[in-house]
């Protein structure tokens, strides 16, 4: 997922401006921000960056930025794409750059000092996001050019520019009046200090939650690999002689699966489901709630009913009653397969004379062990063949090499932020270098829970830069000497944060804000679980899916039940997500002066109001962990995987009927979307390559469900 915690937490203005260029000679020429870097790209300098860099290079660059924006506003000449729109797409560039480094570090490998320059630094940040956007000179520039832009005969980028430009900056408040604008000054100040405050409990209480283990007889069923990992774990907190369970940003935990103990099973969901409400200092709660409360009333201070019509004016979606409705359409479908899977699982255990009724606790246990009768298939069996280094060379790299014809040459030569991050150059079907992609696969207690893909440096025409991303995962780190070996569910997340990755790669567009990944919510997510599909295409699983000892490919059987077992547990999967999808909609729907909702009923009301409420399936995430939309930039925008694998399945569905992984289809696929950003309207641009619009039964037969009356 494109999850950037922190990096949300930066302003909409910084992700608009360039990452390339001179800085004033105001800057501090000690500090290695205050110039490009010199290395390939202008990779980040991580050898020569300290903390202490980062919170004078934020002031700076803010105080720099304020200046050009200033000079653009004030500039006495008659306003011009030129002088105007242009100037602001080049300013900025030094907030730019310790923007995305500062943002990217301190979610990925954060410590004390990092989170205490964000706390301080990021209600600044978004006071100077303020600052310019709410500045009635420049708001006045722009206005005069986009009334103007049929008879300045602005076409292609430069239409798009403006257009973008203008519905920015009222969607920010440049057309409120003076004291609206400052009522949305506080709000937007207090929001910045909530969400980054959010950040930091969740990480400590995701942390504090492991579950530590003495007897070592109480893990039993779990594999040689994970055993050596958990001690690992416990030896790192200086817990040697025990065993750690480190706990993913999910609800359900990838431990469940093979513990036997149903005891501790229950211990490790309750830790995982408490992890933030346990009225302490990481409790989240009260910041959930108050970050609803003022959304709501800076959504009615902008014009619209409630924050979810807010932020899905500009996407594909357009309102959250079609978000609701893609959503509540599946509901039936995905109950009734859930309600057919947990009546499996409750006769296997009848069976066994467990004389237990199943909980959530048990669902990733008996499910597996249903699959294991029904496909004959064991989680167990399958790691061997999936070793990170392969997937990731011979799967992951392979398919983007078929279907595109670049290529990969890891590189050793440049700095990185922590010693597990590798960097590889990525070179073009042509020969020609093409961007730099960096990879942070490993879990660690100071990064951020989930998978996430971002830029360092983003593609630009304009400022002559070249994609430098990166990849961000929370894969078991194995002991020293033992191989990385991952379950196909991590598999499947390496391919998709890597379809980010070409997404951002493969941009071909002059304007930083029109770039890459700069897309809507509801799009962003097509090309990365687009990427998924090729991690069971028979050619790449064939070259990857090989034993981590001897080599030998995965037997064919073994394939075959993968193959077949594609849409177990599909009711639980798509259950749990749109539970989370509708508590998102529920919170973001609030009416404007509503009161402080309590958490902890506030989501099982809404579920069974929307009808999606089943006890043996919990959401996804709950109010109290659900970090993609209190801090992650998702807020009212997790429907949005949904809406992107109508898409992606769609898209797969048309390379099927073309011949599947040919270098044809991955051009056509990369020209007309994956290179374009949001240089034109993306529904258009699917409807060209697609033909007409998406359908959503492509989607429902890849995940086994009955179509529903209505589609998208």
Same mark, same amino acid.
């Given at each position: 997922?494109?999850?950037?915690?922190?990096?949300?937490?930066?302003t909409?203005?910084?992700?608009?401006?360039g990452?390339?260029?001179?800085?004033?000679?105001?800057?501090?020429?000690?500090?290695?921000?205050?110039?490009?870097?010199?290395?390939?790209?202008?990779?980040?300098?991580?050898?020569k960056?300290?903390?202490?860099?980062?919170? %004078?290079?934020?002031?700076?660059?803010?105080?720099?930025?304020?200046?050009?924006v200033?000079?653009?506003?004030?500039n006495?000449?008659?306003?011009?794409?030129?002088?105007?729109?242009?100037?602001?797409?080049?300013?900025?560039?030094?907030?730019?750059?310790?923007?995305?480094?500062?943002?990217?570090?301190?979610?990925?490998?954060?410590?004390?000092?990092l989170?205490?320059?964000?706390?301080?630094?990021a209600?600044?940040?978004?006071?100077?996001?303020?600052?310019?956007?709410?500045?009635?000179?420049?708001?006045?520039?722009?206005?005069?050019?986009?009334?103007?832009?049929?008879?300045l005969?602005?076409?292609?980028?430069?239409?798009?520019?403006?257009?973008?430009?203008?519905?920015?900056?009222?969607?920010? /408040?440049?057309?409120?009046?003076?004291?609206?604008?400052?009522?949305?000054?506080?709000?937007?100040?207090?929001?910045?200090?909530?969400?980054?405050?959010?950040?930091?409990?969740?990480?400590?209480?995701?942390k504090?939650?492991?579950?530590?283990?003495?007897?070592?007889?109480?893990?039993?069923?779990?594999?040689?690999?994970?055993?050596?990992?958990?001690?690992q774990?416990?030896?790192?907190?200086?817990l040697?002689?025990?065993?750690?369970?480190?706990?993913?940003?999910?609800?359900?935990?990838?431990?469940?699966?093979?513990?036997?103990?149903?005891?501790?099973?229950?211990?490790?969901?309750?830790?995982?489901?408490?992890?933030?409400?346990?009225?302490?200092?990481?409790?989240?709660?009260?910041?959930?709630?108050?970050?609803?409360?003022?959304?709501?009333?800076?959504?009615?201070?902008?014009?619209?009913?409630?924050?979810?019509?807010?932020?899905?004016?500009?996407?594909?979606?357009?309102? %959250?009653e079609?978000?609701?409705?893609?959503?509540t359409?599946?509901?039936?479908?995905?109950?009734?397969?859930?309600?057919s899977?947990?009546?499996?699982?409750?006769?296997?255990?009848?069976?066994?004379?467990?004389?237990?009724?199943?909980?959530?606790?048990?669902?990733?246990?008996?499910?597996?062990?249903?699959?294991?009768?029904?496909?004959?298939?064991d989680?167990?069996?399958?790691?061997?063949?999936?070793?990170?280094?392969?997937v990731?060379?011979?799967?992951?790299?392979?398919?983007?090499?078929?279907?595109? /014809?670049?290529?990969?040459?890891?590189?050793?030569?440049?700095?990185?932020?922590?010693p597990?991050?590798?960097?590889?150059?990525?070179?073009?079907?042509? /020969?020609?270098?093409?961007?730099?992609?960096?990879?942070?696969?490993?879990?660690?207690?100071?990064?951020?829970?989930?998978?996430?893909?971002?830029?360092?440096?983003?593609?630009?025409?304009?400022?002559?830069?070249?994609?430098?991303?990166?990849?961000?995962?929370?894969?078991?780190?194995?002991?020293?000497?033992? %191989?990385?070996?991952?379950?196909?569910?991590?598999?499947?997340?390496?391919?998709?944060?890597?379809?980010?990755?070409?997404?951002?790669?493969?941009?071909?567009v002059?304007?930083?804000?029109?770039?890459?990944?700069?897309?809507?919510?509801?799009?962003?997510?097509?090309?990365?679980?687009?990427?998924?599909?090729?991690a069971?295409? %028979?050619?790449?699983?064939?070259?990857?899916?090989?034993?981590?000892?001897?080599?030998?490919?995965?037997?064919?059987?073994?394939?075959?039940?993968?193959k077949?077992?594609?849409?177990?547990?599909?009711?639980?999967?798509?259950?749990?997500?749109?539970?989370?999808?509708?508590?998102?909609?529920?919170?973001?729907?609030?009416?404007?002066?509503?009161?402080?909702?309590?958490?902890?009923?506030?989501?099982?009301?809404?579920?069974k109001?929307?009808?999606?409420?089943?006890?043996?399936?919990?959401?996804r995430?709950?109010?109290?962990?659900?970090?993609?939309?209190?801090?992650?930039?998702?807020?009212?925008?997790?429907?949005?995987?949904?809406?992107?694998?109508?898409?992606?399945?769609d898209?797969?569905?048309?390379?099927?009927?073309?011949?599947g992984?040919?270098?044809?289809?991955?051009?056509?696929?990369?020209?007309?979307?994956?290179?374009?950003?949001?240089?034109?309207?993306?529904?258009?641009?699917?409807?060209?390559?697609?033909?007409?619009?998406?359908s959503?039964?492509?989607?429902?037969?890849?995940?086994?469900?009955?179509?529903?009356?209505?589609?998208?």
């Open positions: 997922m494109k999850t950037l915690g922190a990096i949300m937490a930066m909409t203005l910084t992700m608009m401006a990452a390339a260029g001179a800085t004033p000679a105001s800057a501090e020429a000690a500090n290695p921000f205050a110039k490009a870097s010199p290395l390939t790209f202008q990779a980040p300098p991580f050898d960056i300290h903390e202490s860099d980062y919170q %004078p290079a934020l002031e700076e660059g803010m105080k720099v930025h304020l200046d050009e200033n000079q653009i506003a004030d006495p000449a008659k306003p011009t794409f030129a002088n105007t729109i242009v100037a602001m797409e080049r300013s900025g560039l030094m907030l730019t750059r310790v923007s995305k480094v500062f943002f990217a570090i301190a979610q990925a490998n954060t410590d004390p000092t989170q205490k320059i964000q706390s301080i630094e209600p600044k940040l978004q006071a100077h996001s303020d600052a310019v956007f709410l500045n009635p000179k420049l708001f006045a520039r722009i206005e005069a050019i986009y009334g103007a832009r049929k008879a005969h602005l076409r292609g980028e430069d239409e798009v520019l403006i257009e973008r430009y203008h519905h920015d900056f009222v969607h920010a /408040g440049a057309a409120l009046s003076e004291p609206d604008k400052t009522k949305l000054r506080a709000l937007n100040q207090e929001e910045a200090k909530l969400t980054t405050e959010f950040q930091t409990r969740l990480l400590a209480a995701t504090d939650g492991a579950l530590v283990v003495s007897d070592v007889k109480q893990l039993d069923g779990l594999s040689p690999g994970d055993l050596a990992a958990a001690a774990a416990a030896k790192a907190r200086g040697t002689g025990k065993w750690v369970l480190a706990l993913q940003n999910t609800t359900q935990q990838p431990y469940q699966v093979t513990l036997k103990n149903r005891a501790l099973r229950k211990k490790l969901f309750e830790a995982s489901i408490h992890r933030a409400d346990q009225k302490n200092a990481d409790d989240t709660r009260a910041i959930g709630q108050r970050l609803a409360q003022l959304r709501a009333d800076k959504a009615k201070l902008l014009g619209f009913a409630n924050f979810a019509a807010y932020t899905l004016d500009d996407q594909m979606a357009k309102t %959250p079609a978000a609701i409705k893609l959503m359409d599946l509901v039936p479908a995905a109950l009734a397969k859930a309600k899977e947990a009546q499996k699982m409750q006769e296997l255990i009848d069976h066994q004379g467990a004389k237990i009724t199943l909980e959530p606790w048990d669902w990733q246990y008996y499910s597996e062990q249903v699959r294991k009768a029904e496909y004959d298939l989680e167990a069996e399958l790691k061997p063949y999936f070793e990170l280094d392969r990731l060379k011979d799967g992951v790299f392979y398919a983007a090499h078929k279907l595109y /014809g670049i290529s990969f040459k890891e590189r050793h030569d440049l700095p990185v932020y922590q597990d991050v590798r960097v590889f150059d990525v070179i073009d079907s042509n /020969g020609k270098p093409l961007a730099l992609f960096y990879a942070d696969y490993f879990k660690r207690d100071n990064k951020s829970g989930g998978a996430w893909m971002d830029s360092f440096v983003d593609q630009s025409g304009l400022l002559g830069t070249k994609p430098v991303i990166f990849n961000v995962c929370n894969f078991t780190k194995p002991a020293p000497g033992q %191989p990385a070996l991952l379950s196909f569910d991590d598999v499947t997340t390496m391919f998709h944060e890597f379809g980010h990755a070409l997404h951002g790669m493969f941009s071909n002059k304007y930083p804000t029109l770039a890459g990944t700069n897309t809507p919510r509801d799009f962003v997510e097509f090309p990365s679980q687009f990427n998924e599909h090729w069971l295409d %028979p050619k790449v699983f064939a070259h990857y899916a090989r034993h981590e000892k001897t080599g030998a490919p995965m037997p064919q059987a073994l394939v075959d039940k993968i077949k077992s594609r849409t177990f547990n599909q009711g639980y999967g798509t259950l749990e997500y749109l539970e989370a999808g509708l508590l998102d909609m529920a919170w973001h729907t609030l009416s404007p002066g509503a009161p402080l909702q309590d958490a902890a009923s506030f989501g099982p009301a809404a579920l109001r929307f009808g999606v409420a089943y006890a043996p399936v919990p959401p995430y709950r109010s109290s962990y659900f970090a993609h939309i209190w801090d992650g930039g998702y807020a009212a925008g997790y429907y949005a995987y949904l809406w992107s694998a109508v898409l992606d399945d898209a797969y569905e048309w390379f099927q009927e073309h011949g992984l040919t270098r044809k289809n991955g051009q056509r696929f990369r020209d007309m979307l994956l290179s374009r950003g949001h240089t034109g309207d993306l529904a258009a641009m699917y409807r060209g390559f697609r033909g007409r619009d998406p959503v039964e492509a989607l429902m037969r890849d995940r086994g469900l009955t179509s529903p009356t209505a589609s998208k």
